[in-house]
């Protein structure tokens, strides 16, 4: 027998640990030392359960071969021996081929105190996790010992080097070296540390305090006083921190809507009010920074009024013109010197121009150039704006981009589909019914082979698929033409008007409202043609239904868009004259007023018709016991589009984002009402956080891409009105920063080095070809350790399947030996009983 | 911080926050939704830490839980005794766990813990099988349960043991980006 088994029996270490065989003591004896160690460290383990068994087996002095049936395993039933034969003959562990050998409970007991399997179970194996990342994020952190803290007696060779040597006490447990690590954390990840410790919370607060408990100890022996300063500087900043999280938690806008629509919807659904949250953010900090730079100053010093202000006529509120159109709401008001504090006894507000000099008897201290601050305002807030955008996206892209293709989906589906956020008794139910389908048509695919599909059905798919397409995008095109005649039309009719005469100035205000109007309408019904369209063709999954579907959609909107930049840059802004515009920056800002107001007209209607009418409808003629169903993608679309108008209109009219928040607030409300009392929750998968980078990418890529590409445009070529504005008497709006510079450079010779800078880096074109090929290359070195990551994984699952297996040959070689050595002895006893 | 309340010392609250993944004020608020479960067990002044436990018949009436089929699996996972008589402090622990900034792998663990029935670290076919019926709520046939069970397992198993380890479970879950935003209960 000996030459079959591949170790060597005679090798010291395996004499060793089966010192005598004929002595089972002494063979459980080292077992069940193995035991008591670990047991040391938490309470009555499972593995100290099977030491008592083992000792009643002892008792009855019969080595009871046990069925692997796995620790804890309904133990309390271990009473007799007629019940354990009972559970030997369980159909069901005869399956596993692990479960299914004869172990015997020395075996057993080793495998019950096995790492893998004491993961969570055992706490000193949670400790001793613990303990290694402690010692690992302190090698990160480098936090060494300082060296005059080693005792004198530590090797000189180890003196500074390894952390081990700080801790020369060698019989201190685990648990004091983790506390040992945790002390000498810092505080935020000693925090960390503790809050993702799977421990009870009345162990880990026992371990922070003993933790705390040993920095005060040491501290007290701290001499320089400027490090106990930074002690309590750092413990005051905590303090402070933890304040203004409070703070920010309790200003943390509708928790009880929002619980209550999740409670009843589930994760999709809440994504989007989610998202208007998001939308809200960006919204309210755009307004802060335009409101704090721009509109405060310019409202507090407000330039010389007309001759004759229109009254107040209700149509304002729709229109955007008339009494609000001289008021800080647009471009045109903005005054193009510097606002100066009078330094003259009568108090008067003094304005100096630009291109004048500075009074001689005028010193004064405050200055604020107006042309400048616009400027850089808008330009900062964009680019801050950005900045969020892009960190957003990449980090919502980083939770749901999974680098290995699923292969997992009945599993998934088993355990990572219950949302437990669901607490309504019917949604509950809804939701089991909708995992019950998704598991059987999973079982159906995995079932069965994909059936081919012939040429004839294929081509007929083809065909549907085209036709669909070509619908979408033939009407698309008809929309975006009628948009374009109607534009031009209008141009020609404001031209007659100026050539004529107004006739009826209210009658000639409502007529601007007919291009927003017209828009809304096409975003409002075309994606209910699109839905039609799709619904006669036949997808592979629903994913790429959906993902089509907002493809569509956004096809739409960005060619809607497109044509009416176009109409307001490229017509409009070309030529302001011709239309009696004496400030065409005025006129577009009050165009995304109107267009933004529309939308949101436009939304309300929807909700009213699409919602509520249509379950009544759909209640009591068509007598369908279920709701229509809330279409998210289409709504965050929406949401989407109006954002883009809000960007886009910044620049034009600085109180846009008040006015956006208004309309978000407001949208909030209707939308979530309505939610709850018309609609039910989706019936089709939902991937909540696939969807969710879908849509913040959306914002960025299209929505904030094309918004700014626009007011770059802006800046950069068109001419700002000769009359009214900031900008006016410069070439471009751009200008205004590079007049402010040469006069620094005229002001301050030394700063001349400051506008060539200036001057290589903005205008030379070099500078952004070369960011965006550095920009290019990362995004290739990223992507190739993508791919070599997913090698790796694919390496790493074959080398687990591979110790699985050793695993699985080095015990039933343990176990065949173990027998092998005790069936001599058990001969040798019972011929010794014999006799 | 200005708050004058007398439920938690101060010392016990920063405890608290630095353990779990709530603030001063949600703590106070979980105080008060633990007292309404059993007013007459719960006493209000929670200073010298006693040591109260309600039991699972209580806790699972709240409405978080109440429709929840794995309701009798939390509580249990989350309790001391393993019977599901939850403390304070469990209590907390629970909610922390399942809280929107909780870390992946601490719900990972705990989502292994909940879904072991029989609690000997492994997943095999048998809590599997209770997991289906619990999330089907019988609307499949055994047979399909059967088949659900034996391919799931055949899917996630990496080592071949034919039941998912911890190490099977944590990368089946990391494949999957929905199980951060599925498994968060709003407190």
């Known amino acids: ?835 | 911080m200005g708050n004058k309340q007398t439920t938690f010392t101060d010392e016990q609250l920063e405890a608290f926050q630095d353990c779990t993944f709530f603030t001063r004020k949600e703590i106070l608020r979980l105080h008060g939704r633990y007292r309404e479960l059993a007013p007459h067990l719960v006493p209000l002044d929670y200073t010298n830490s006693p040591d109260i436990r309600v039991p699972p018949t209580l806790i699972v009436t709240m409405p978080e839980l109440k429709e929840n089929p794995f309701r009798d699996r939390i509580v249990e996972t989350f309790s001391e005794d393993g019977l599901g008589n939850l403390s304070f402090n469990d209590f907390v622990d629970m909610f922390s766990a399942f809280c929107e900034t909780s870390p992946r792998e601490l719900k990972t663990i705990y989502a292994f813990k909940i879904y072991d029935f029989n609690r000997d670290s492994f997943i095999c076919k048998e809590d599997l099988r209770r997991t289906l019926n619990k999330l089907t709520k019988g609307e499949l046939t055994p047979e399909e349960v059967s088949l659900v069970c034996d391919k799931s397992i055949e899917e996630a198993d990496l080592d071949g043991d034919h039941k998912l380890s911890f190490t099977d479970f944590e990368n089946m879950v990391s494949k999957a980006p929905d199980f951060l935003s599925n498994f968060h209960i709003r407190i």
């Open chain 1, 1 to 835: 027998m000996a030459g079959n088994v591949k170790f060597d029996l005679n090798h010291p270490l395996m004499e060793a640990g089966l010192e005598s065989p004929i002595d089972e003591e002494g063979a459980h004896e080292s077992f069940r030392q193995l035991i008591a160690e670990q047991s040391q460290n938490g309470g009555p383990s499972d593995a100290f359960e099977l030491q008592d068994l083992q000792r009643q087996l002892d008792e009855e002095e019969r080595d009871n071969v046990a069925y692997l049936l796995g620790p804890g395993h309904e133990l309390s039933q271990f009473k007799g021996r007629r019940q354990r034969e009972t559970e030997w003959e369980d159909p069901e562990t005869q399956a596993d081929p692990l479960m299914g050998e004869r172990w015997s409970s020395a075996t057993m007991k080793i495998l019950s105190s096995m790492p893998s399997r004491t993961i969570g179970r055992n706490r000193g194996a949670i400790i001793s996790q613990y303990y290694n990342r402690t010692m690992q994020l302190r090698r990160r952190r480098q936090s060494r010992p300082a060296i005059r803290d080693f005792s004198r007696s530590a090797r000189p060779s180890i003196r500074g080097y390894g952390i081990e040597a700080d801790c020369t006490d060698a019989e201190v447990s685990k648990r004091d070296r983790l506390l040992n690590n945790l002390q000498n954390l810092s505080v935020s990840d000693r925090i960390q540390m503790l809050r993702a410790m799977p421990l009870n919370v009345s162990e880990k607060s026992e371990l922070r305090r003993l933790a705390l408990q040993k920095e005060k100890h040491t501290l007290s022996r701290r001499i320089p006083c400027c490090s106990q300063l930074k002690y309590y500087i750092i413990i005051g900043a905590r303090q402070s921190w933890y304040s203004w999280l409070s703070f920010l938690h309790a200003l943390h806008l509708w928790q009880v809507p929002l619980k209550r629509v999740s409670g009843r919807f589930g994760s999709g659904v809440l994504s989007y009010f989610q998202f208007l949250q998001i939308l809200l953010f960006f919204n309210l900090f755009l307004f802060l920074v335009t409101g704090a730079f721009i509109v405060l100053p310019q409202a507090l010093h407000p330039p010389e009024p007309p001759a004759e202000k229109p009254s107040f006529t209700g149509l304002e509120l729709l229109t955007g013109v008339g009494y609000f159109s001289d008021t800080v709401m647009y471009y045109g008001h903005y005054c193009n010197y510097t606002l100066r504090k009078s330094c003259r006894e009568d108090g008067g507000v003094h304005n100096v121009s630009l291109s004048n000099g500075i009074r001689p008897d005028c010193v004064s201290k405050l200055s604020y150039i107006m042309p400048l601050a616009y400027f850089f305002t808008i330009g900062v807030s964009f680019f801050i704006t950005c900045i969020i955008l892009v960190y957003s996206m990449s980090k919502s892209f980083g939770q749901s981009f999974r680098v290995d293709k699923s292969h997992s989906i009945l599993a998934i589906k088993a355990f990572c589909s219950w949302d437990f956020k669901v607490i309504k008794k019917t949604s509950v139910k809804l939701m089991s019914e909708n995992i019950c389908t998704q598991l059987k048509e999973l079982l159906a695919e995995v079932g069965h082979k994909q059936v081919k599909n012939t040429q004839c059905q294929r081509l007929g798919r083809l065909m549907v698929h085209s036709l669909a397409w070509a619908i979408c995008i033939g009407s698309t095109t008809a929309c975006v033409l009628a948009i374009y005649y109607c534009s031009h039309d209008m141009h020609q009719n404001l031209k007659l008007n100026l050539l004529r005469g107004p006739r009826n100035p209210l009658l000639i205000e409502a007529r601007l409202l007919a291009l927003p109007v017209l828009v809304s309408l096409i975003n409002l019904l075309l994606p209910g043609l699109f839905n039609l369209a799709a619904w006669m063709e036949d997808y592979e999954s629903p994913s790429v239904r959906t993902y089509v579907s907002i493809g569509r959609n956004l096809m739409l909107k960005v060619s809607v868009l497109g044509v009416l930049c176009f109409h307001w840059l490229g017509r409009v802004a070309a030529d302001p004259k011709s239309i009696g515009l004496k400030c065409w920056e005025s006129f577009v800002g009050q165009e995304l007023y109107r267009f933004l107001l529309m939308d949101f007209i436009f939304t309300i209607l929807d909700t009213l018709f699409g919602e509520f009418l249509w379950r009544l409808f759909s209640e009591k003629v068509l007598k369908r016991r279920r709701k229509p169903v809330f279409d998210i993608a289409r709504n965050v679309l929406e949401l989407i589009y109006g954002q883009t108008l809000a960007w886009l209109g910044v620049l034009f009219s600085p109180l846009l984002p008040a006015v956006q928040i208004f309309k978000l607030l407001l949208l909030f409300y209707i939308k979530m009402s309505s939610v709850m009392m018309n609609c039910q929750a989706p019936m089709k998968p939902y991937r909540v956080s696939q969807m969710t980078t879908v849509f913040i990418t959306l914002l960025c890529f299209p929505s904030f891409l094309g918004a700014s590409v626009c007011v770059t445009y802006t800046m950069w070529s068109i001419n700002p009105s000769s009359s009214c504005g900031p900008f006016r008497g410069l070439k471009t709006m751009f200008q205004a920063g590079k007049l402010w510079v040469e006069e620094l450079e005229k002001d301050n010779p030394n700063l001349s080095w400051l506008a060539q800078a200036h001057s290589f880096l903005v205008e030379n074109p070099l500078f952004l070809f070369v960011g965006a090929a550095i920009f290019l290359i990362v995004i290739y070195f990223q992507s190739q350790v993508v791919d070599g990551q997913r090698k790796i994984i694919s390496l790493l699952q074959e080398q687990i399947k591979n110790e699985g297996d050793d695993k699985k040959f080095l015990i039933t070689r343990l176990q065949t030996i173990h027998e092998q050595k005790r069936t001599p002895a058990r001969r040798l006893a019972s011929q010794n009983s014999n006799c």
